[in-house]
Nanobody, 121 residues
């Protein structure tokens, strides 16, 4: 019912920048939270940044001051601007959306397919 398409991953040198984008489409009545998670090899998936429908944002301590999450509610998109990237930021990044489909009273969690971010030292 809801599909997420991510783009923008890649390889960058330490200190560089990347911008990730995620577009939600399908039978969407409303979107609540839009977030980015990441999972490095051998580690658990962790929250990187999130944005509520009301505009509140939250960041992992490790990315505060370097990453910025933003969303366009009219287009159902969320972006993650990543600056001053470090090798420790290397991971697969996943878009996460909490949304209510049309003709449904529930809220569901949807995940993107993931996009690889690799930061070389």
């Amino acid at each position: 019912q809801v599909q997420l398409v991510e783009s923008g991953g890649g390889l960058v040198q330490a200190g560089g920048s990347l911008r990730l984008s995620c577009a939600a489409s399908g039978s969407i009545f409303s979107i609540n939270a839009m977030s980015w998670y990441r999972q490095a090899p051998g580690k658990q998936r962790e929250l990187v940044a999130s944005s509520t429908a009301g505009g509140s944002t939250k960041y992992a301590d490790s990315v505060k001051g370097r990453f910025t999450i933003s969303r366009d509610n009219a287009k159902n998109t969320v972006t993650l601007q990543m600056n001053s990237l470090e090798p420790e930021d290397t991971a697969v990044y996943y878009c996460n959306v909490v949304a209510t489909p049309y003709r449904d009273l529930g809220s569901y969690i949807y995940w993107g397919q993931g996009t690889q971010v690799t930061v070389s030292s």
